[in-house]
């Protein structure tokens, strides 16, 4: 009971500093607004003007967030899925991580921003382009954090897993998985986050929806309340998307909950 209550009150100690952080930032925000006209900085009150505004035309911007969402979901699912299993090998077999790694950081290296034009010459202008420029903003952090999480495997219980008789199952799901996802899970929430500035990108580089397609069109008719609109709504999906992979953290990895307690 006592930790509940602990508990609790934290919850309501970081809520509550959240509030405050956020009416600061709006006061700070008004002030700023007063110096300078609404195409450069609009005010709150005019930029919550302008989101009612949007509300009325038939979903007009639920259609432009459904769409990133759905770019960045899909792009961080795919490129996920191409991580995990390529981390698992280079993690497993030194040689192999010689030859493809050094490949990898080229790609790496490229900015997404240089490469997305490519994909959209490529896979044209729908959605495919922009998924897999969303994949492979995802791709780098969790094969870097997979690869990672895998080799601080503990080599002695390994050992003794074995001479007990575990076989290569048991020690992938026993001993391996449980021991990487902590550092697993870093790459994951890196990795979804990213995903929505590859989902942007993308839909710079050439789209007719989402938030990214909204940010550039409302530069270019100097409509600045539109584009703060989209950014609200562009960092509360990257909110979201962490907190949805800290939840699934707590459920997969409860005794770490336990020594936060402890």
Not at 32 to 54: D, K, M
Not at 120 to 131: M, P
Not at 246 to 259: I, N, Q
Request: charged fraction near 15%; charge should be positive.
């Amino acid at each position: 009971m006592a930790h509940k209550s602990v508990d609790r009150c934290r919850r309501y100690e970081r809520l509550f500093t959240l509030f405050i952080i956020g009416i600061i930032t709006l006061l700070l925000w008004a002030a700023l607004a007063s110096f300078y006209p609404s195409y450069i900085l609009p005010s709150p009150l005019e930029v919550w003007t302008r989101f009612q505004e949007l509300l009325t035309q038939r979903g007009v911007l639920t259609q432009h967030f459904l769409v990133t969402l759905f770019e960045a979901l899909a792009g961080f699912l795919l490129g996920s899925a191409a991580a995990l299993p390529l981390s698992y090998l280079l993690a497993r077999h030194p040689r192999l991580d010689q030859m493809i790694t050094p490949l990898v950081v080229a790609i790496q290296a490229i900015p997404i921003v240089a490469l997305a034009p490519l994909l959209v010459i490529w896979f044209g202008f729908g959605l495919t382009s922009k998924v897999l420029i969303a994949a492979l903003t995802a791709f780098f952090p969790v094969l870097t954090n997979g690869v990672v999480g895998l080799r601080e495997t503990n080599p002695r219980l390994k050992e003794l897993l074995i001479i007990m008789g575990a076989s290569r199952r048991e020690l992938f799901f026993k001993m391996e998985v449980p021991s990487a996802l902590p550092v697993l899970f870093g790459g994951l929430r890196i990795g979804l986050t990213l995903s929505v500035i590859g989902a942007v990108v993308g839909e710079f580089s050439g789209a007719g929806k989402g938030l990214g397609y909204l940010v550039y069109f409302a530069r270019g008719i100097f409509d600045t309340p539109l584009i703060f609109i989209a950014l609200i709504l562009l960092a509360a999906m990257g909110v979201g998307f962490y907190l949805f992979i800290s939840f699934l953290e707590t459920v997969m990895m409860p005794w770490k909950e336990g020594e936060k307690k402890m």
